[in-house]
């Protein structure tokens, strides 16, 4: 087992290096001017001589690379041009807020995609299981954007003056700054604290400010639906497929020769090896999340890392556009690998080879 | 991460492209011996089979339409999709639809779309629309499936060295989510729908890889390939008549299925505004520009979206149904 | 055993079929059988004629698309085919047991083998875990599994395939049952395992005294282990005698294909005997005797009315009976 482990983290370890080579070549290989392109078009040729010169832009190409490393290994993303500040200062800010709505979109899409899975599994061809497989199917061919969109309009529209109304945009009612959790309990303002305390919904949570965690959470939901639909569908399908797949093999019918009772045969036997694959699903589909993020952030108003991107990416503000992309790209990696590990984990055939 | 090493399944196809297993009871029960798809006509056999799930017949049919729509785009539309109206009729920016069969005005000019943003018809737009999507999604497979074919033939038979270093870059391209490293590759090349639907082709190259890689790695060991060389056939030949009818199978279900997510994925980029450059009619940047109206005028948000999901959920579960049309078991 | 002392089971007329898209399958036909109590019955066929069928329609395991749709089943008395599901768990494991032919994949992967068992003593005698442990181990030292301490703590896929099965053996008897159903048990072990389970499960037989219904394609281990026989062809019983009586005396001309085809070392033949032709379709069976086509008795003997009618299951000696014109009066 550890020699397996040992295995899958020396094969990351090129692949993050291909990740820094791509996201170092992304700002070298744009176009035009590279001081320009990392200052903006109003640089004069006097700062971008000094810029060049502190950049190490006018030395060969690899030793270029290797500042870019020694440079992103030591925290110093670059500067934003568009807002005068550091990179990794706007990431850590805005990381919280895309955490917060990926966990709501995995937790919407477990509760949901993983019930329904099982039911149309074991109900082999029954209405529900085709109901749920046809719900699936369009779940999981609807254009994310479209889906917020969507859900904007049903909620603060059509269902504008009922109870059941929803803000369509931002994270908190306006006006609304509750008191990051840790001044509510007299703790020092540590940086880890600060982090968890832009998430909204926890934060109110966490300070039991029930005004903020009802505004937040309101906020939450219509995203986190949006978002979290394509890996609903995507688990229920698997949790199904997986579960008609377990039923029919050998040992469920030795299961039930032993005169085991039906619910410990689907729960115990057929369901706890029929959930391993749901398992990886359910933690590959945080990489779907952080692409989706990208679009449901931009449409419903959130200050993640995804509409810092997407912002980025139309203004031009590279620096920007090269540190999200590598810190994604990098968690992307590193949440695969955790994945990799805790199916080897819980499948015993692996784990002792 | 799926790659190799990993026993993870693939989060987007997890059902594989093709399961393998032993034939149930009930195929010796018929009394026969079970007939490979070979021995009877692979298409044959898919196309029947496919035409009993009920869901593939939906597929087909829903993709047939689309095909025809976008066909007879031009007998279908009223008007040309990038025809501004302003000036020529009486109408203002998204105009509400005039439909004379509900009770519009006749002396208003019919618009069962209404009009968009910038004075064009929402309907005509919507049909041409669907020429933009079938060509950009199938377009951009067909270069990642040639693509990959070639980098998984090489990989594949090749092996040692060069199969580890395709094989890492594939790994590289599949750590970053899909959309970003498509967006990232667009902030390169710049926006159009070529440059789209190349961005997408370069992302969706690894799987097709993979599909031939793994369809060689098997078919090499093949008895009937040691005779093959041994009778001194060709290589190209033992590629074309062995391993490529292998995969053809897996990679005509992953293709599919990937153009719906090209689709998808196009549109999006579209969305961003990093696709088709305007007045080019497509749904995805349609959407986008209507997006900030969505309470005033959903119906101009809607329909594109809707047409997008029609055009992913046909290839979906056409996808779908030929996974298990080909499938080698019987049952189920 | 006479016919008129309760049989410890009696199968009456029993009919399963399989209810698949391409027609219906005959798997058990109108099968009729008698096992007493401590008698090891050997149930004979070829792949397909219908014998796991049969052990499945027993404990009522029979899955989709199958169904019991006639017959009687009666157990000690009690009619097995209208109890309710509540009713069969309690009896399977408990006092019927069954232990199948792949021995590694028939346990969970998840759970260890002393678990396993332990669950039998759980749910059959409420016992808690610990105690089951204690007595799971204490069954696997009883099927000859060394060092059961440890072995208990193993799960399946560190399991030989002998061993695999004591611990199948060790679960399916752990409860006590009276009767046994043992489908192929030692169709994929080695023939040396083969023999040591064989071995095991007679000594079991005679220390806990349960009959033992075992199916097997192998006329070897037929004739080694069972009291009585009966000979399965396409659905149904053509033959049923003592085990000395059937090799002695085979009538039905199946059997004596069967017996025929089996070298003996030592002696001397001008050529192996081969049943000619296939076993016919389950779906669409012609009609009369079932194995008309290959019989060459038939044609010796120019019995037309094998291909017209169906013989009866007649006794033509004591305690043997056989299915078969040869042997019965022709209707004129």
New interface residues.
């Given amino acids: 087992m550890a020699r397996f482990v040992a295995r899958r983290l020396l094969y990351s370890i090129p692949v993050l290096l291909g990740i820094l080579l791509v996201t170092f070549l992304l700002a070298r290989v744009i176009p035009g001017d590279p001081c320009r392109a990392m200052l903006g078009e109003r640089a004069t040729d006097q700062i971008c001589d000094a810029f060049m010169e502190r950049k190490g832009l006018n030395e060969p190409i690899w030793v270029q690379f290797g500042i870019y490393i020694k440079d992103v290994f030591t925290g110093d993303l670059g500067e934003s041009f568009r807002f005068g500040r550091p990179v990794t200062t706007m990431l850590l800010e805005r990381l919280p807020i895309t955490i917060e709505l990926s966990m709501a979109a995995l937790t919407v899409a477990v509760l949901v995609g993983v019930p329904f899975g099982i039911i149309s599994g074991y109900k082999h061809n029954s209405l529900a299981d085709v109901a749920t497989m046809v719900g699936a199917n369009i779940g999981v061919s609807m254009p994310v954007f479209w889906l917020g969109l969507m859900l904007q309009y049903l909620f603060a529209v059509v269902l504008g003056h009922t109870f059941l109304s929803l803000p369509p945009s931002g994270s908190l009612d306006a006006g609304l700054i509750p008191q990051p959790f840790y001044a509510v309990w007299g703790l020092p303002a540590w940086g880890i604290f600060d982090f968890f305390s832009n998430m909204n919904v926890l934060n109110a949570a966490l300070s039991g400010n029930w005004e903020a965690f009802r505004s937040a959470a309101g906020h939450l939901i219509l995203p986190a639906l949006a978002l979290g639909t394509i890996p609903m569908a995507l688990i229920a399908r698997m949790t199904r497929s997986s579960l008609l797949d377990v039923l029919s093999l050998d040992y469920v019918r030795t299961a039930r020769a032993k005169g085991l009772p039906e619910k410990r045969v689907v729960v115990r036997h057929a369901l706890r090896n029929a959930m391993l694959p749901v398992v990886t699903v359910i933690g590959l589909s945080l990489g779907t999340l952080l692409g989706g993020a990208i679009l449901t952030e931009t449409i419903f108003g959130l200050s993640g890392v995804g509409k810092s991107l997407y912002d980025a990416i139309t203004s031009r503000d590279y620096a920007v556009v090269q540190g999200f992309t590598l810190v994604v790209a990098v968690g992307f990696v590193l949440v695969n690998l955790v994945v990799d590990l805790l199916y080897t984990y819980l499948n015993p055939k692996v784990r002792v080879t | ?9 693939d ?2 196809h ?2 594989g492209p093709l399961p393998t297993g032993p034939l ?3 195929a ?5 011996t079970a007939r490979l798809p070979e021995t009877r006509g692979l298409w044959a056999t898919a196309f029947r089979e496919l035409s ?1 799930k009920r ?1 593939a017949r939906i597929g087909m049919v829903m993709l047939g339409l689309l095909v025809l729509v976008a066909i007879f785009a031009p007998l279908i539309a009223p008007y040309e999709p990038t025809q501004v109206l302003l000036g020529k009729e009486d109408v203002r920016p998204r105009d509400p639809p005039c439909i004379h069969l509900f009770g519009c005005d006749d002396s208003k000019p019919q618009h069962i779309l209404g009009i968009d943003g910038n004075g064009r018809d929402e309907f005509s737009r919507l049909i041409y629309g669907s020429r933009v999507s079938l060509i950009a999604g199938v377009g951009s497979v067909a270069v990642a499936v040639a693509a990959g074919t070639l980098l998984g033939l090489l990989a594949g038979f090749f092996g040692g060295r060069i199969d580890n270093l395709i094989m ?2 594939m ?2 391209l599949l ?6 490293l498509a ?2 590759i667009i ?2 090349m ?1 926006q159009g729908l070529i440059n789209a639907m190349l961005a997408i082709s370069v992302v969706t190259v690894p799987a097709y890889a993979r599909v031939v890689r793994s369809a060689v790695l098997t078919v090499r060991e093949n008895d009937y390939v040691a005779a093959d060389r041994a009778l001194g056939v060709s290589t190209s030949r033992i590629i074309w008549n062995r391993i490529l009818p292998n995969s053809l199978t897996p990679l005509v279900v992953q293709a599919t299925l990937g153009v ?1 997510t090209a689709v ?1 994925e196009i ?2 980029l579209s ?4 696709g088709v450059r305007p007045p080019t009619a497509e749904w ?1 940047s349609m ?2 520009a209507e ?1 900030n109206q ?2 005033t005028a ?1 119906h101009l ?2 329909f ?3 047409a ?2 029609w055009n ?2 046909s290839f ?2 056409l996808g ?1 149904g030929l996974r298990d049309a080909l499938d080698p078991r019987l049952n ?1 | 055993m006479s016919d008129t002392a309760p049989h410890l089971l009696e199968v009456d007329n029993l009919s399963t079929y399989y209810f698949t898209r391409d027609g219906v399958v005959k798997a058990v036909d109108g099968v009729d059988l008698r096992i007493d109590r401590g008698e090891i019955l050997g149930l004979v066929g070829e792949s397909g004629c219908g014998k796991s069928v049969t052990s499945l329609s027993i404990l009522r395991l029979v899955g989709e698309p199958g169904k019991i749709v006639s017959g009687s089943i009666h157990f000690e008395g009690e009619e097995l085919l209208t109890k309710t599901i509540h009713e069969m768990q309690a009896i399977r494991g408990d006092r019927i047991s069954m232990i199948f032919q792949q021995p590694v994949s028939s346990l969970n992967p998840v759970y260890t083998a002393g678990f396993q068992i332990a669950e039998v003593y759980e749910v059959h005698q409420n016992l808690k875990r610990k105690v089951g442990l204690e007595k799971a181990v204490e069954m696997l030292a009883r099927v000859g599994i060394s060092d059961p301490v440890r072995r208990a703590k193993s799960y399946p896929h560190e399991l030989s395939g002998g061993m695999a099965q004591r611990v199948m053996i060790a679960m399916a008897l752990a409860a006590g049952p009276e009767l046994l159903v043992a489908d192929e048990p030692t169709t994929a072990l080695d023939v040396t395992i083969q023999a040591q389970i064989l071995d095991l499960m007679r000594q079991l037989r005679a220390d806990m005294g349960m009959a033992i219904i075992l199916i097997t394609h192998d006329l070897g281990i037929v004739a080694e282990m069972a009291d009585r026989v009966a000979v399965m062809y396409a659905g149904c019983i053509v033959e049923e005698a003592t085990t000395d009586v059937l090799f002695a005396r085979p009538k039905h001309p199946y059997t004596v294909g069967l017996i025929g085809s089996v070298p003996i070392i030592g002696t001397r033949k001008e050529w192996l005997e081969v049943i000619p032709g296939r076993v016919p379709n389950l779906i669409d069976l012609p009609p009369g005797c079932r194995f008309a086509s290959r019989c060459r008795a038939r044609v010796d003997n120019n019995l037309g009315i094998c291909t017209v009618t169906e013989p009866d299951l007649l006794e033509v000696e004591p305690a043997h009976k056989v299915r078969c014109w040869l042997y019965q009066e022709i209707p004129s």
């Fill in positions: 991460m799926t790659g190799p090493g990993s026993l993870v399944p989060p987007l997890p059902e149930p009871e009930g010796d029960l018929r009394g026969e009993h869901s890492r870059v790994d590289v750590a970053f989510p899909s959309l970003l967006i990232a902030t390169v710049g719906a998808l549109a999006a969305f961003l505004g990093l995805g959407l986008a997006r969505v309470f959903p948000v809607f594109p979206g809707l997008i999901m992913v959920l979906n579960l779908d189920r």
